[in-house]
């Protein structure tokens, strides 16, 4: 399946200056995005697993905000 799509002209240029001779716009572009979007994980984990990673992580994020501000107290 074929998309148009609108570029501004440095986008346009960047891409362009990027892509490869043997390479189509949308291949250069495919390259350039590369990797995998975090949306191809929605299938992988399920609600518990999520929840159980989002309080991990808000726990982490705690215990570095904690360590900063312990941090900054002993130049106070």
Do not use: C, P, T
């Not at 490869?20 to 609600?47: K, Q, T, W, Y």
């Amino acid at each position: 399946m074929s998309h148009q799509i609108r570029l501004e002209d440095d986008v346009y240029e960047r891409i362009k200056a990027n892509k490869r001779d043997n390479e189509s716009f949308s291949d250069a572009v495919d390259r350039l995005i590369g990797g995998r979007s975090l949306r191809d994980l929605r299938d992988v984990f399920d609600d518990d697993q999520v929840s159980e990673m989002r309080d991990a992580i808000k726990a982490a994020d705690q215990a570095d905000r904690d360590e900063v501000r312990e941090v900054a107290e002993r130049f106070e």
